[in-house]
């Protein structure tokens, strides 16, 4: 029920094995003034779209906003009805963020539940922890209360579904589905480059990890003083460089971090695949051991080296100085040690992203789980019958 490319491709993965897949967008993310998309309904890649709010586009309004998404809302569940009074659907594959809990997504469980309709839920985040309430409340607000399935992005997630499971008392099957890529979207480069730049594709919630990167850079900066930091998403406002990590006064703006704001999406990959490194740092505490940025895969297919930390899935799927460069979490000075490998052996660095992208190829391409979630879709279908 989400717009991410995550969906959209494992939707994709879908469609080429002969599954009709329908996504359904309750909620609108398009801003006045910067509009990418107005279609509210229609087919890409072969799987059908519709906006249930009617629109695209988010109102600046606050009671119009909630009057769009009551409308969305309506709208998905009228939706849902009507796939089912066509028998036209078998599961829903729902992605509403496991971080807080919402009434919205707790309800649309129940009417599908009604609807003896499997409801497979992702998760790619970790999960709230509810208060200590009576055990009888908190059972019926989990996660994955009603739930038939489980799509965990890393085996963090995977192994506290399996034990959400058990307190539940329920059976939920759970499918560990790593991050998944369009390896033919990248246009790789062939490298090394002349300039000097790295790329620190940032999201929304994560200014520790922007915070961690310029404080790395000192370091960087002293041994490679021309080195660029360009840092994608967010607005545009000039960075402030922390001397070190525990300055309350993080100190003067830096020419050298240049804030490009929201690109679009060639563009970035574009600066992906110019990059001398691709920053990612995670950190050793349960948010960083539960997600798996899709971010990594992408800059993998980049086959540009990526500058990363050694928490969670990093260490299943890579190797320090083979296929990335891999600090452990929380050290800034390690983390600087590793982008000036970088920067001092560029010919190496271009054979670690050429790695990197056989990596993203051989194990997130979204192709390759195609069939193996159609099984599970099929299976959590039968199983209702």
């Not at 717009?3 to 599954?19: K, S």
């Not at 996660?143 to 399935?149: A, R």
């Not at 008392?169 to 369009?182: A, E, F, K, M």
């Not at 500058?307 to 800034?332: K, M, S």
């Amino acid at each position: 029920m989400a717009n991410t490319n995550r969906v959209r491709l494992l939707g994709r993965a879908l469609a080429q094995r002969d599954v009709e897949v329908t996504v359904l967008c309750s909620r609108v993310s398009e801003k006045p003034g910067s509009v990418r998309n107005t279609r509210v309904r229609g087919v890409a890649d072969g799987i059908s779209f519709r906006y249930t709010a009617g629109t695209t586009v988010r109102p600046d309004s606050f009671i119009w906003r909630r009057i769009r998404e009551a409308r969305g809302y309506v709208g998905t569940l009228l939706a849902l009805a009507h796939l089912k009074a066509a028998s036209k659907l078998d599961c829903v594959y729902l992605w509403s963020g496991a971080m807080s809990w919402q009434v919205g997504p707790w309800l649309l469980v129940r009417y599908l539940n009604t609807l003896r309709v499997p409801v497979i839920v992702e998760l790619n985040e970790r999960p709230w922890a509810p208060p200590a309430w009576p055990r009888v409340i908190a059972k019926r607000l989990s996660f994955l209360d009603g739930v038939s399935g489980v799509v965990a992005i890393s085996s963090w997630l995977a192994e506290w579904a399996a034990g959400e499971a058990r307190r539940l008392g329920r059976q939920v099957s759970i499918l560990n589905l790593p991050i998944v890529v369009d390896v033919a979207e990248s246009a790789p480069s062939d490298g090394p480059h002349a300039d000097q730049t790295l790329v620190y594709a940032a999201s929304p919630g994560y200014d520790a990890a922007l915070a961690f990167i310029l404080t790395a850079m000192q370091e960087v900066w002293r041994r490679h003083p021309e080195c660029k930091l360009i840092v994608t998403g967010g607005d545009r406002a000039p960075s402030r460089v922390p001397a070190d990590s525990t300055r309350d006064d993080p100190g003067p703006s830096d020419e050298r971090v240049i804030r490009v704001g929201y690109v679009d999406r060639d563009s970035l990959l574009h600066l992906f695949a110019q990059a001398s490194a691709l920053l990612i740092p995670l950190f050793d505490d349960d948010r960083s051991r539960a997600r798996f940025p899709s971010k990594i895969g992408e800059y993998l297919a980049a086959a540009r080296p990526v500058v990363t930390t050694r928490v969670g899935e990093i260490e299943r799927f890579l190797q320090d100085g083979e296929t990335a460069y891999v600090a452990n979490p929380g050290a800034a000075a390690e983390y600087a040690h590793k982008i000036i490998e970088v920067l001092d052996d560029p010919a190496a660095a271009t054979a670690v992203g050429r790695a990197g992208l056989t990596v993203a190829m051989s194990t997130f391409h979204y192709s390759l789980y195609g069939a193996k979630l159609r099984k599970f879709v099929e299976s959590l279908s039968e199983s209702r019958q």
